[in-house]
């Protein structure tokens, strides 16, 4: 009976341990990591603005149409992940239908304006893919 008491207790400490420092390691992993993102975007952010004054706009619309690229790539990544159908309501977001709408939105946005870096034609090809998913053509 002892035995039985002390492996169903070694259990739940167990299971315990484990949701919270999951909780606390991927939800709270996941604000820092964005962020731990947004002061370099701020660096970029002030250098683009300095070329906005200066009447030049190519490096920012460089940068803007990457972050579109990028933005379908991850996006999707995010959409097709079995974890985020489960984590999103954990943590208190949810990512359907909003980012779902986000995705076409994008999509459509690359469709009409195909991207003029000259980039992987790889990286090239799964953004096609991805507009093809989310803003077929007709």
Not at 27 to 46: C, E, F, S
Request: with cysteine.
């Amino acid at each position: 009976m002892r035995r039985v008491a002390v492996l169903t207790l070694w259990i739940a400490s167990c299971v315990g341990t484990a949701a919270v420092g999951y909780w606390f390691g991927v939800g709270y992993g996941l604000q820092v990591g964005i962020a731990a993102d947004m002061l370099p975007r701020a660096v970029l952010a002030t250098e683009h603005l300095k070329e906005l004054r200066s009447g030049s706009t190519r490096a920012y619309t460089a940068n803007l149409e990457a972050d579109v690229d990028a933005g379908l790539v991850w996006g999707d990544k995010v959409l097709r992940s079995p974890v985020a159908s489960i984590a999103g309501p954990l943590w208190g977001f949810e990512l359907k239908p909003a980012y779902e709408q986000y995705a076409m939105r994008v999509a459509r946005y690359r469709r009409e304006f195909p991207s003029q870096s000259p980039g992987d034609p790889a990286a090239q090809a799964t953004v096609s893919e991805i507009i093809e998913r989310y803003a077929p053509s007709h």
